[in-house]
């Protein structure tokens, strides 16, 4: 396609009041717009013979730009780097569990150090721990309306055919643990772009009283939320880590009182962990030392006794529970065993009953990512990947299996011994399952029904374990570990 004659390239000029600086690693003139009797933009203005005098310096808060040295003082008040006030809901370490010192190894070698005695030991260990768990989880592999428009869409490449399979998939199963619907929150954590919450607005229609809350710790580009206008849902971003997140500081949840949602698609490693806490821990703790009124005594002052039965029958309950639980039910899709941190775990009491600790966890979340191995490209293709992901670092990636690969720094390709790749990524699973197994057990002591099951086919994600739960009193078949 030829040029414009009248572009800023084809004219050899930059276009009106824009800055006259030309990038030559993007083979144009900078986009910036300039202050009015000025050729350059404040970033390049170094470039221009009248601002010579005055010298621009890299910004101690963020290195990527720069700025007058006699203007730093002012700079430093406005930057968008400078640190900014913490709002009410940020709580230092609020989801982070108990740290002692006394359970946290000095130094740890990398796997590829053990002798074989000491491999073997480990070995030993899981698979004892492992005894009496049932490694083959059920198939819950589902889809839902909302997305066959999309599925069907001829457009979609390999990577977004294979996202909206697994966002379908959850979404279906938030629809049989029958959490889909009117009046409530649903906290996507770990969100990026937001689109598992997007499609939950979609299936939704025009349901009411319908309020999001995504949490990314990072500043995220080609968000979906900023889409949305319905009347009756509402979308609201907190760029947090969850290990400082209370959840019943926000005002929509203080105030509101909605019962809340927890899902997330591929929260990663010690995400989870944190987002359980957060859920079950936090959450609560907070609702019951404010006092909260049993739900059947609110709902009796809140409504009438037609409202009440309705309730209670939407429900699929016999009857309305004593004690409310603020969190309705979690469905989060598993992922990066081998991000986990034992510090963070929830299920430490799981370990410490098997005879396990701090190092043991160490090893078998290293080991976890063998589950994987048998489909580890060649060192060539590794660094290829390497130096991508390098290039990329900022990109909002929704995936964290590699495209079905995994490139580990645990030398797994130098163990001592004679394990062959099926036994190592037989070895992987079950660290994975003992790690899971270790959360479900969690749920349970906090009131909860889990389960674990797949929900995509490994073809469309290796990481394709689902973790649901809904509080005891709820009355869901689906529920049972």
């Not at 796997?111 to 819950?140: C, F, P, V, Y």
Request: hydrophobic content about 35%; some cysteine; charged content about 30%.
């Amino acid at each position: 396609m030829a040029t414009s004659a009248t572009s800023p390239h084809a004219t050899g000029f930059p276009a009106e009041g824009r800055c006259g600086y030309y990038v030559e690693k993007k083979k144009r003139f900078c986009r910036m717009v300039v202050a009015a009797g000025k050729r350059f933009c404040g970033e390049h203005a170094g470039a221009a013979e009248e601002e010579d005098a005055r010298k621009r310096i890299l910004c101690p808060l963020d290195p990527k730009h720069t700025v007058y040295e006699d203007q730093l003082a002012k700079h430093l008040k406005k930057c968008n780097s400078r640190e900014k006030p913490k709002p009410d809901f940020y709580i230092q370490d609020i989801n982070a569990g108990l740290k002692d010192e006394t359970e946290i190894p000095e130094q740890l070698v990398p796997i590829s150090s053990l002798s074989e005695e000491q491999l073997e030991k480990l070995i030993k260990k899981l698979r004892k721990a492992s005894e009496g768990l049932n490694s083959t989880l059920k198939d819950h592999i589902m889809s839902h309306p909302a997305l066959h428009s999309a599925l069907n869409d001829p457009k979609n490449g390999d990577s977004a055919t294979k996202h909206l399979k697994q966002q379908a998939s959850i979404l279906g199963n938030i629809e049989k643990l029958k959490l889909l619907g009117p009046r409530r929150c649903f906290v996507e954590f770990g969100a990026g772009k937001g689109k598992l919450s997007h499609w939950v607005d979609i299936a939704l229609k025009d349901a009411e009283k319908v309020h999001f809350i995504l949490v990314e710790k990072v500043t995220t580009r080609f968000k979906v939320d900023g889409k949305h206008r319905k009347k009756n849902s509402v979308f609201e971003r907190l760029q947090i880590d969850i290990q400082h997140l209370c959840l019943n500081k926000i005002p929509v949840l203080r105030e509101g009182k909605l019962p809340v949602v927890g899902i997330g698609k591929h929260l990663c490693g010690v995400a989870t962990d944190l987002a359980l806490r957060c859920l079950v821990e936090t959450c609560a703790a907070n609702f019951e030392e404010r006092n909260e009124e049993p739900l059947a005594k609110r709902i009796k002052n809140d409504k009438t006794e037609k409202e009440i039965y309705t309730l209670a029958k939407e429900g699929n309950e016999k009857n309305v529970p004593e004690k409310w639980n603020p969190v309705a039910g979690i469905v989060i899709a598993l992922c990066c065993h081998h991000r986990c941190d034992w510090r963070h775990y929830v299920g430490k009491e799981y370990f410490r009953a098997l005879g396990l600790g701090a190092v043991e966890f160490h090893y078998f979340q290293r080991m976890s990512s063998w589950a994987t191995c048998g489909m580890r490209k060649t060192s060539s293709e590794a660094s290829d990947i390497t130096t991508k992901r390098q290039d990329n670092q900022n990109d909002d990636s929704e995936e964290h299996d590699d495209g079905g690969y995994r490139i580990t720094d645990d030398g797994a390709d130098n163990l001592p011994g004679l394990l062959s790749i099926e036994e190592k990524k037989k070895i992987g699973h079950l660290c994975k399952l003992l790690i899971d197994q270790g959360r479900i057990q969690y749920l349970q002591q906090k009131g909860f029904s889990p389960a674990l099951q797949y929900y995509t086919d490994p073809l469309v994600s290796l990481e394709n374990v689902l973790l649901t739960a809904l509080p005891n009193h709820s009355s869901s078949p689906e529920t049972t570990a």
